[in-house]
């Protein structure tokens, strides 16, 4: 079985780690889905988010990283799978991802959002958090993979 894992990913964090590694051992293949979120000003562009995530994952057999436009479903359906994979780390999470998950299923009946709880260690961390912590040239080492890291600081870099 094949799901997708879908996001923005701007940047990629150890949470969204954490969900990848955890379902990659439940599905055979699991697609790191990057999009761009209209409703976000990105940082980083969708080229660098994927270059960044295949660096994290270039010896990951299961795990594919690809990027879409559009709509979700649409994406499913050319990935030809009908499991997508979603973080929660509250119950905030948890009422916008059941909205997403209902209007998916509206559009097609066949699809299946998994929900997986965050660890405890990062059910407070978001894309948003490391990059104001990065702005303000604070430790997110241990927020981040080294190589996220690195490109967080050069993008806030102060001469």
């Given at each position: ?10 940047p ?25 979120n209209?409703?976000?000003k ?8 994927k270059k960044?995530?295949?660096?994290i994952f270039?010896?990951?057999k ?27 780390r509250?119950v ?31 059910n ?10 990065a702005?303000?040239h604070?430790?997110?080492?241990a ?17």
């Amino acid at each position: 079985m094949k799901a997708i894992y879908p996001g923005s990913f701007d940047p990629i964090t150890n949470g969204h780690i954490d969900i990848i590694n955890r379902s990659k051992d439940i599905f055979d293949e699991l697609i790191i889905g990057i999009t761009t979120n209209v409703q976000k000003k990105h940082l980083f562009t969708i080229d660098e988010r994927k270059k960044m995530i295949e660096e994290i994952f270039k010896d990951e057999k299961k795990i594919k990283v690809k990027t879409f436009d559009g709509l979700l479903t649409s994406f499913c359906e050319e990935e030809k799978t009908n499991y997508v994979i979603r973080g929660l780390r509250a119950v905030s999470d948890y009422e916008y991802e059941l909205q997403m998950a209902m209007a998916n299923k509206s559009l097609n009946k066949n699809l299946e959002t998994i929900f997986l709880v965050a660890s405890h260690k990062f059910n407070f961390l978001s894309s948003s958090i490391v990059k104001e912590i990065a702005y303000y040239h604070g430790d997110i080492s241990a927020l981040v993979p080294k190589n996220v890291e690195i490109k967080l600081k050069n993008k806030y870099e102060r001469g």
